[in-house]
Nanobody
């Protein structure tokens, strides 16, 4: 049914850049917001950035000024531009859609995850 396909991860040197993309397919009744999370095995999942239908954005303090979230409604895709990457940014990044399902309430859809490794 609803699927989120991520791409753009990889290995990059400190100070480099990557752009993650997440393309959504299937029918979603209503999208409250889209976001990007990241997680290192053994640690809690961390919210990185969100963007609402009105294009309001939020960022966790550690990425402000370096990361930018955006969306392309025509392509049904959300992006995360990551600049000046640091080793502590290394994680698996997950795309998220928080939706409202009629008669069921809020529901989260997740991408498969894409690995970002920042190292020399």
């Amino acid at each position: 049914q609803v699927q989120l396909v991520e791409s753009g991860g990889g290995l990059v040197q400190p100070g480099g850049s990557l752009r993650l993309s997440c393309a959504a397919s299937g029918r979603i009744s209503y999208i409250n917001y889209m976001g990007w999370y990241r997680q290192v095995i053994g640690k809690e999942r961390e919210l990185v950035a969100t963007i609402t239908s009105s294009s309001t954005t939020t960022y966790t303090d550690s990425v402000k000024g370096r990361f930018t979230i955006s969306r392309d409604n025509a392509k049904n895709t959300v992006y995360l531009q990551m600049n000046n990457l640091k080793p502590e940014d290394t994680a698996v990044y997950y795309c998220n859609i928080n939706s409202l399902v009629p008669a069921q309430g809020l529901y989260d859809y997740w991408g498969q995850g894409t690995q970002v490794t920042v190292s020399s």
